[in-house]
């Protein structure tokens, strides 16, 4: 992976893992959830998708930085669901709408193994259709004939 590449991706991880730690500390403060879902890294992921996925990096570098992506993500969801299970103390992390009604020591580990298996690799997949649309895109600027 290239030195850009290695430095965007530190930024991006760097930003899943401040919003998600603000998330936490506003959800530990009692702001109410209404106001601390705008805390999402999941749009900081997709945001990574977009840059990363246009970027002309390989299928084994995209494979990657998708894994890379969720490492901060999976952390703060870990610590915010440990947190209530600890603590039995309600976060946005374990609420019905995030939990599926699922007790939150299975939530836990749910997320664990999503984290570790198809989390990635549903990054992984957003990020090669965003390089097909690109590649598709910049070809019919250029006049060229698309492929496919």
């Known amino acids: 992976m290239r030195h850009t590449s290695k430095g965007a991706v530190v930024g991006f ?9 603000v998330r936490f500390g506003l959800t530990v403060s009692g702001a109410p959830d209404e106001i601390t879902k705008y805390g999402s890294m999941t749009v900081v992921i997709l945001a990574g998708c977009v840059y990363f996925g246009a970027a002309s990096l390989s299928w084994k570098e995209l494979a990657a930085v998708s894994y890379l992506l969720i490492l901060p993500y999976i952390a703060v969801e870990l610590g915010g669901i440990g947190y209530t299970w600890a603590t039995g103390k309600t976060t ?9 009604g699922m007790p939150v020591n299975v939530h ?9 298996t198809w989390q990635p690799l549903a990054v ?4 090669l259709i965003v390089r097909a649309v690109s ?14």
């Open 92 to 100: 946005i992390f374990h609420v019905p709408q995030y939990s599926f």
């Open 135 to 148: 590649k598709r895109w910049t070809s019919s600027q250029h006049g060229r004939p698309t492929s496919g």
């Open 124 to 127: 992984f997949g957003v990020m």
């Open 13 to 21: 991880m760097g930003a899943i893992l401040l919003v998600g730690l």
């Open 108 to 116: 836990f580990w749910v997320h664990l193994v999503a984290g570790l």
